[in-house]
């Protein structure tokens, strides 16, 4: 099945608008869809986006989804695998990599400082 995103050249998001908190996240943690769409029902699709996360905020728990994930930290401070409270956890800085697999848990997450992370999502 192929993947559909509209074709775009080297364009400038404009970064003041288009950012809502996804579902099942806390406020303070925002998206940006820069292409394409997830269908999850229907576990089609393909999707861009900016993840951004404010200072001092957190998720309590685990994430897991029946997409493919890559994440790519461009600034600020990505904490993993913090507790309910928003405590411990392992620091990733800009240049930080993940790709995971449909089914994998991942988080909670947080930032300190906040931070902003480039995502790639897609079903095979």
Not at 36 to 43: A, E, P, T, V
Request: glycine fraction near 12%; hydrophobic fraction near 30%; charged fraction near 25%.
């Amino acid at each position: 099945m192929p993947i559909s995103k509209e074709h775009l050249e080297f364009v400038v998001p404009d970064m003041s608008e288009g950012w809502e908190t996804p579902v099942g996240y806390p406020e303070g943690i925002k998206q940006k869809i820069l292409a394409g769409s997830l269908d999850d029902s229907q576990k089609t699709g393909s999707r861009t986006r900016l993840l951004r996360f404010d200072p001092g905020v957190f998720t309590t728990e685990p994430f897991v989804h029946e997409h493919w994930e890559e994440v790519y930290v461009l600034s600020g401070d990505l904490w993993v695998g913090n507790d309910k409270e928003g405590k411990g956890g392992r620091r990733c800085d800009p240049n930080t990599y993940a790709c995971r697999p449909p089914g994998a848990y991942h988080g909670p997450f947080k930032s300190e400082a906040g931070c902003m992370l480039l995502e790639i999502h897609y079903y095979d």
